[in-house]
């Protein structure tokens, strides 16, 4: 159903630095890229997470309430992808650990704003290795 999810931006050079930093950590490439808009993903048959400048010309602002969850491989790769969008310049908004009960379906989750101030959940879902 959902063939991409975009965020906004004031800065569409910074921001694309920014997830192209963060998202080759995970394997996605760049497969759109234009002068309003960079989009990352694996395949096209995949959905893609997209940076983009607003089309009305207002400045964009985070969505209060909205976010970004993504699928990690591991906790060990939520571990990193939190460290590696710290080091590129993201402010932590939750540091990873298990939201709720450890188990079978254990939720390891970490939090951060991108430097537009966009909320990205990375996150594994699954018994602890």
Known sequence: ????????????????????ALL???GEKRLI?????VAWGRTWEQPLFAVGLTSDGVSAT???GT?????????????KLHARALALGAEDAG??????????????AGYVHDPD?????LFFLGPKA
């Open 1 to 20: 159903m959902i063939g991409y999810v975009m965020v906004g931006t004031n800065d569409l050079v910074r921001a694309a630095d920014f997830y192209d």
């Open 24 to 26: 080759a950590q995970v």
């Open 33 to 37: 890229d234009t002068a309003e808009m």
């Open 62 to 64: 985070p969505g209060h």
């Open 67 to 79: 976010m970004v969850a993504m699928v990690q491989a591991s906790r060990a790769h939520v571990d």
């Open 95 to 108: 540091t990873p650990a298990v939201r709720g009960e450890e188990g079978d379906q254990g939720f390891y």
């Open 117 to 121: 101030g966009n909320r990205l959940c």
